[in-house]
């Protein structure tokens, strides 16, 4: 099912996309996100975009690198 047909909220929603899909998808997928959001597959120069999408619905836990591979776990205020 693409996202943007979901209509209900999950306790944890996994997103593994590059930066740009993070950002094309955000509106679509911080409404489907009850606590936790974990994204991945981020490039470390990309990360600040990333950051400035999401930062704003929700707080920041976790920042893991891998090379240049970017984590980032968040959680709902």
Request: contains cysteine; glycine residues 4%.
């Amino acid at each position: 099912t693409p996202i943007e047909k979901l209509t209900d909220t999950y306790d944890l929603v996994l997103a593994n996309l590059h930066a740009e899909l993070l950002l094309r998808f955000h509106a679509s997928i911080v409404p489907r996100v009850g606590r936790y959001l974990c994204v991945a597959g981020v490039l470390a120069d990309r990360e600040p975009l990333v950051r400035a999408a999401y930062d704003q619905s929700f707080k920041l836990t976790r920042r893991d690198v891998d090379g240049e591979w970017i984590s980032l776990r968040y959680e709902r205020p």
